[in-house]
């Protein structure tokens, strides 16, 4: 007969604890880790060190597994970021990561315009895992050029998720002049995709089968050869909804100004589609993929020009056939550009606040949402005369 000691329970936990930290070993537990940019060039070594590069930053992420933070250095600030694609081709990214900047108006990435030769003209994610993550905040890319899809950014599977963003005059060859995403999800908020290309399909974004919306977002000026000035793509059974965004200004030379989809249900809320220009459907065009239609609910929207839709087009308390009066892409306030609502705009206290996304509207904090009571529509809120709301300081 055997006899057993019992163990207290701090004894206990003493003896797990080296058995716990080699079955972490053995397993290879991840651990997140933050990594701080300090250089605005592109000569790393590959390593993060006192000095570290964008690339160099992403490369030891990659090498880390788990969940990392990219942040950079207070010196960057109003500094671009140039990539030596040339040289030393585009970032590949295969782990969830998040890149923080400090303000898309105070850094940029920047692809200098050289192709990359294939899929992501800057960055690109290849791995075909559904459960990661890309998060971009506060920061700019801009002039990136892809031979195949996704000008500055091409993203395979899993979320994208673009906030404070602007992704401006990138091009790509096929899909996705902005960027090109196959992910389970995509989420843009208070981000400007603007003067971006692609010679087929996707002058904005292109986007295959994800559930996608749109937030406090501004689409402008960006063109594709066929369909999708603005963007293009299909989300299948899932759907895109666009909240308070703004879509206008897009050109596409077959089919869907501002945005053409095939095979989705859309849903428009508090949003203007205004200003695009397609032989065949202006502001948007829902096409068909298979037997499946596009259906498209509007609602406290205001849509300019023509459309096309091949299932229902359902909604009420629209604005149809009026000009929304619009300013020029400018920085109105924020960091990011606008489409600043002129003085007697119909877009003006026309939406519901039923409706409003956020506390304020694309610019951020200092600019409420619902000013004088009632939502505007689109990503802009008009603030009516704010000279003396701060400092004297005059705004639209």
């Known amino acids: 007969m055997h006899s057993a000691t019992l163990q207290p329970p701090r004894a206990r936990a003493l003896l797990r604890a080296p058995l716990a930290l080699a079955l972490a070993t053995a397993l290879g537990v991840a651990h997140a880790a933050t990594y701080t940019v300090t250089s605005a060039s592109d000569a790393g070594n590959g390593t993060c060190a006192a000095t570290c590069t964008l690339r ?6 990659n090498t880390n597994p788990g969940a990392d933070t990219i942040l950079f250095a207070s010196n960057l600030s109003g500094d671009t970021i140039t990539l030596d694609i040339a040289g030393k081709g585009h970032i590949p990214i295969t782990d969830s990561l998040t890149i923080q900047g400090p303000g898309a108006n105070l850094l940029t990435v920047s692809g200098g315009g050289v192709a990359s030769g294939t899929d992501g003209g800057m960055f690109y994610d290849k791995t075909y895992v559904g459960g990661h993550y890309l998060t971009l905040t506060s920061v700019t890319l801009a002039n990136g050029n892809s031979s195949g899809k996704g000008g500055a950014l091409s993203f395979s599977y899993g979320q994208l998720t673009l906030r404070g963003v602007a992704i401006q005059n990138n091009h790509a060859q096929t899909f996705g002049g902005g960027f090109y995403t196959g992910g389970r999800t995509l989420t843009v908020i208070d981000s400007t995709i603007s003067g971006n290309s692609s010679s087929n399909h996707g002058g904005g974004f292109a986007a295959n089968y994800p559930t996608a919306s749109l937030v406090d977002s501004t689409i402008s000026g960006n063109s594709a050869g066929g369909f999708g000035g603005g963007f293009y793509g299909r989300t299948g059974s899932n759907s895109l909804t666009a909240s308070n965004s703004t879509i206008s200004g897009n050109t596409a030379g077959s089919e869907g100004g501002g945005f053409r989809l095939m095979k989705s249900n859309v849903v428009l809320t508090n949003s203007i589609l205004a200003n695009n220009t397609a032989p065949t459907g202006a502001e948007f065009f829902g096409g068909t993929q298979g037997t499946t239609p596009t259906n498209v609910s509007a609602n406290f929207s205001l849509i300019e020009g023509g459309y096309s839709v091949s299932g229902t087009f359902s909604g009420s308390n629209n604005v149809f056939g009026q000009d929304p009066l619009l300013g020029q892409l400018a920085y109105n306030g924020g960091p990011t550009q606008t489409l600043a ?16 996304p956020s506390a304020y509207d694309q610019r ?25 709301t701060n400092g004297f300081e005059p705004g639209p």
């Open 364 to 388: 951020g904090p200092g600019f409420p949402r619902i000013f004088n009571g009632t939502i505007d529509i689109g990503a802009f809120e008009n603030q009516g005369d704010r000279i003396f």
């Open 56 to 61: 160099d930053a992403i490369t030891a992420a």
């Open 341 to 356: 609502l002129l003085p007697g705009s119909p877009a003006i206290d026309a939406g519901s606040n039923a409706y409003a």
